[in-house]
């Protein structure tokens, strides 16, 4: 049994003349990037490894989460701009040692991902969480296993 959290990044901030890729965390953002992982950690949500999206919105959100968690984490590119398949790509290149895992990245891809994996439909706000139980032993049967949705959370809601 595998489970897989998907994190939108939080709320962000487009200063003048930032490239997409640079643009930094708005002050809500910090707030509840900081308030979600807290209330998953209390929820008693284990996870096991981080891997983000190299942007700094979405790495910056992963750091946050990272004070609470204490975890080693990665970040990937494909999680930047990304494509359902990008989702999968990383899944498979996934240690099975790893039993849950969170990634941080960003709409319309993650919200595009879950509605793949999912009959639920979703539309992730900012720092966004949705947890699934997945069916397999390992990374690699992904594709052929049974997804279930265990929980999603709103910062504005919990």
């Not at 897989?4 to 890729?21: M, Q, Y």
């Not at 099975?96 to 439909?121: C, K, M, Q, R, T």
């Not at 969480?129 to 990374?139: R, T, Y």
């Amino acid at each position: 049994m595998k489970q897989l959290i998907l994190v939108r990044h939080a709320k962000s901030d487009w200063p003048e003349e930032t490239s997409d890729f640079d643009r930094p965390l708005a002050d809500k953002g910090l707030l509840d990037a900081l308030k979600m992982s807290k209330f998953l950690k209390n929820s008693s949500i284990g996870i096991d490894y981080f891997i983000s999206s190299p942007a700094v919105r979405a790495l910056s959100t992963c750091k946050i989460f990272n004070q609470t968690y204490n975890l080693t984490f990665g970040t990937d590119e494909k999680l930047y701009n990304p494509s359902e398949s990008n989702f999968e790509s990383v899944i498979y290149d996934l240690n099975d040692n790893l039993n849950s895992v969170a990634f941080f990245s960003h709409n319309n891809g993650i919200s595009n991902f879950a509605n793949s994996i999912s009959e639920d439909v979703f539309h992730f706000p900012t720092c966004g969480v949705a947890g699934f139980q997945i069916e397999c032993d390992s990374w690699s049967q992904f594709d052929g296993a049974d997804k279930k949705l265990l929980f999603f959370y709103e910062p504005g809601k919990i």
